[in-house]
């Protein structure tokens, strides 16, 4: 008798210490300022997580050199599986264009991805071209006269110069920082072309009209311009690809990288989650840990283009 | 007519509502307190409270943001004119008049004088914001890159050259800041600079550490010098013959001799805040070296001219309304208050764009008037507020310094929570030092280290975009304006200068 109970109590203990993750509260960081278009959405989703997991979840902004700043902090926590880095697939491979190292995916486990960000070329209404082959003849006809700015997206710019290159066109090209300058420039009339992702600045113009897209620089379709094509459609070798996802510590418990998974899944399927980005024309969608590194290979390709181009 | 009191109509039934009074009242009242607090800018409280307001209805998320630039443009003034040390950047511009005539006994009039300047301008440039915005947006949109440019070499130029020291100790300052501005991210592909390795500087010195050991540390430093150096044994900031000589009064008169300068800060305020990009020290400085110019005694600046304490102030303040306006016309956050309220808006589910305007009226007027009555929170609060703080001269030196000294480290490391921050402090107190002991300006160098990456930024976009041709500068008309003006002030004032030097002889 004694044994029995003495087995019952020694299983329930071992019921009680294994109690599912999460047990403790769980921190985001989020390598880009507070208020920037990753760090809505992530505060966005982490709120309906934080109601399925039961469990607070913190967001650590630190912005900084392109996102590494987060990257290192994140990577000197203790791999737990409490400490959650969201972060842009092609952020892994920005180091490349400053003649740096990409940073090596290795070191994380996925989760899953919540939004892909399609980046969007974007052309003014009064512009003599209105669709991506009369610009490409237009360029051809006037060599020197257009100007692009990107919007962010350094890979994505070099994939528009890479479809420069291959089209023997003569554009002048030029990075901004983000959305917001890159939509400014074009509007005032400082650059003809930006490109940007959905629900950018620029996106949300062209929705009101005052831009035109002309086609996709990344790798997936939009519903919302079901005839854009991406760059692979349209027969050239390169695209960018933009993913936002969590991931873990390389060494994190396979349990939480499940348990999150799981929950991010659920919580995106959610109508007032979708709810709440559709004025922005922004779709989150659950991608699962595999194609978020799929996405992050991708980028890898597109880094070859450094080599190829230079600066 | 009809449509626009309907909007209004509309905007001040939105408005009657207490959580938007108490998020407007709150966002003020904390933005005095951490702008009063050497350690703690508006930067910071944004950046606190911004989590808060997520969760709030869109005209008190707003309204509490707004209140706390507000609240904090103001209450940085306050340390400045008590004891020389600024409680936010552009409060060190208000201290140049803000502290001489507090060691004059006259505190309670300098922290008037700054309070009325602050309210007005913001208001009015609340007004700017309300009735202007759309034509406003139109001229900030042909600001481009090049303009840009243009723009900020017209500014260091100007702040360069109008130096008390002299212009040329003005631009070795400027070139100074510019040099140190370069240490961290290259801020066209992002590539470290100056960074010899090392993860932290690779990012640069951001703002905050740099202007808290700037301003803030090496004026203690400094200040427990050159008490040691005249032998003080005097516990508190002021002398009783100064306590004596207290004069705190604001009168009617004083108030008509500030409005000019009012005026100006207001115009120069609201143009500084519409252009992204350029900030609040910016405006400050240009509106004072603009009073000081136009100013019948121009040589009472810098020893307690109440128009020098309202120019400056009414510079930061009038550029918080405008600041809004490329957002809410076309969606563009032009600065960290602006881009967190597009955050805010996004987190409610509205999107601020071309159509908003339109789409949105009620709600854009109910924010306007919101953060017209939130001036008059912040001159309530403020008047209360720097009753308060008066008190503060008659504790001991002592625990002043230490209190701020450990708040400016607190704040040093809330920014990044990266103590190696702290070391930036350090070492920019150490250069804060030598610059005083150097007799070499500060704010040149302080505005040349803020502008810097924009003015690099800038200049290397164009050459992409127009394929290194330089003449561009010259041939677009908005920038060759500029450039021409850059050159006229110099011309004039080195002439102004060698031409007083020979009056003299």
Redesign the interface.
């Known amino acids: 008798m004694k044994k029995l109970m003495l087995t019952c109590l020694i299983v329930l203990g071992f019921t009680v210490c294994a109690q599912a993750y999460p047990e403790q509260p769980i921190t985001m960081i989020v390598p880009y300022n507070a208020g920037g278009s990753l760090d809505s959405t992530t505060r966005i989703v982490a709120e309906f997580m934080k109601q399925e997991l039961d469990t607070p979840i913190m967001i650590n902004n630190r912005p900084g050199a392109s996102g590494t700043i987060g990257l290192d902090a994140f990577l000197k926590t203790k791999p737990d599986g409490y400490t959650v880095l969201v972060f842009p697939t092609s952020s892994f491979i920005t180091p490349v264009f400053q003649g740096r190292e990409a940073i090596d995916t290795d070191q994380f486990k996925p989760v899953g991805g919540f939004l892909k960000s399609e980046r969007i070329l974007f052309a003014r209404p009064d512009a003599p071209y209105k669709t991506f082959e009369e610009l490409i003849a237009y360029a051809r006809e006037n060599p020197g006269k257009l100007k692009f700015g990107s919007g962010g997206s350094t890979d994505t710019a070099y994939v528009f110069k890479y479809i420069i290159k291959k089209e023997t066109i003569d554009v002048n090209v030029t990075l901004f920082n983000g959305g917001a300058p890159a939509a400014a420039a074009i509007m005032g009339g400082h650059v003809d072309l930006v490109e940007g992702g959905n629900g950018s600045p620029a996106d949300v113009a062209a929705m009101a009209g005052k831009l035109v897209p002309l086609c996709i620089l990344s790798d997936g379709n939009l519903d919302k311009y079901p005839e854009l094509k991406t760059p692979l459609q349209m027969g050239y070798d390169y695209a960018s690809s933009v993913m936002f996802g969590f991931f873990l510590h390389a060494d994190a418990p396979d349990e939480a990288q499940q348990t999150l998974s799981n929950v991010l899944e659920k919580v995106l399927a959610k109508k007032e989650l979708q709810e709440k980005f559709a004025s922005r024309g922004v779709e989150p969608k659950y991608f699962s840990g595999d194609e978020l590194m799929k996405s992050a290979e991708a980028g890898k390709k597109v880094a070859e283009l450094y080599k190829l181009l230079g600066d | 007519m009809t449509e626009l009191l309907n909007n209004v109509a509309m905007g001040m039934n939105l408005l009657l509502q207490w959580e938007i009074l108490f998020a407007a009242a709150g966002g003020v009242m904390v933005g005095l307190v951490m702008g009063a607090v050497p350690g703690l800018s508006d930067i910071i409280a944004i950046?606190l409270m911004?989590?808060f307001t997520?969760y709030l209805n869109p005209v008190a998320g707003i309204a509490m943001i707004m209140g706390l630039s507000k609240g904090a443009n103001f209450g940085g003034a306050i340390p400045a004119i008590l004891f020389n040390i600024p409680g936010t950047p552009q409060a060190a511009i208000t201290a140049f008049d803000g502290y001489p005539l507090s060691k004059q006994g006259k505190a309670g009039k300098a922290l008037k004088t700054a309070l009325y300047a602050s309210c007005i301008a913001d208001g009015l440039s609340d007004c700017v914001l309300f009735f202007f915005a759309a034509p406003v947006a139109m001229a900030a949109?042909?600001?481009?890159?090049?303009e840009h440019a243009a723009v900020v070499i017209f500014a260091l130029t100007l702040i360069s050259i109008t130096s008390v020291s002299g212009p040329i100790i003005g631009i070795c300052s400027t070139l100074l800041g510019l040099l140190l501005s370069c240490i961290?991210?290259?801020?066209?592909?992002?590539?470290?600079r100056l960074a010899f390795g090392s993860?932290e500087l690779?990012?640069?010195v951001n703002i905050v550490p740099m202007a808290l050991g700037f301003f803030v540390v090496s004026e203690i430093i400094w200040q427990r010098c050159m008490d040691r150096r005249n032998g003080l044994s005097q516990k508190a900031i002021y002398t009783a013959q100064q306590q004596k000589d207290e004069d705190h009064s604001f009168t009617f008169a004083e108030f008509k001799q500030c409005a000019p300068a009012i005026a100006r800060g207001t115009l120069i305020g609201s143009a500084i805040g519409a252009l992204?990009g350029i900030g609040t020290t910016v405006g400050s400085y240009l509106t004072y070296v603009a009073t000081k110019r136009a100013s019948k005694h121009p040589e009472k600046f810098g020893e307690g001219a109440l128009e020098g304490i309202a120019a400056a102030e009414a510079g930061n303040n009038a550029c918080n309304g405008p600041n809004l306006i490329?957002l809410i016309t076309?969606?563009?956050?032009?600065n960290?208050a602006a881009?967190?309220?597009?955050?805010?808006f996004?987190?409610q589910?509205?999107?601020?764009?071309?159509?908003f305007m339109e789409q949105q009226a009620p709600l854009l007027y109910a924010i306007f008037i919101v953060l017209f009555f939130s001036n008059f929170f912040t001159l309530g609060f403020g008047a209360l507020f720097t009753k308060v703080m008066r008190k503060m001269v008659s504790v001991p030196k002592n625990y002043i310094y230490a209190a701020v000294l450990i708040f400016a480290l607190i704040g040093t490391y809330i920014v990044?929570?990266n103590t190696f921050d702290l070391f930036f402090t350090f070492g920019f107190s150490i250069l804060g030092v030598l610059c005083r002991k150097g007799g070499i300006p500060m704010i040149p160098l302080l505005i040349a280290y803020i502008l810097g990456p924009s003015l690099e930024?800038k200049i290397?976009?164009t050459m992409?975009?127009?394929?290194n041709d330089v003449t561009i500068f010259f041939t677009k008309p908005i920038s060759c304006t500029f450039l021409l003006l850059s050159l006229i002030i110099t011309v004039y004032i080195i002439y102004r200068r060698s031409f007083n030097v020979k009056s003299e002889n």
């Open positions: 950046c911004v989590p997520f949109i042909m600001i481009g890159p090049t961290g991210a290259d801020p066209l592909t992002g590539a470290p993860a690779s990012a640069g992204p490329p076309l969606g563009i956050p032009g960290l881009a967190l309220i597009l955050g805010a996004t987190m589910g509205l999107t601020p764009g071309p159509m990044n929570n930024l290397r976009q992409d975009l127009y394929a």
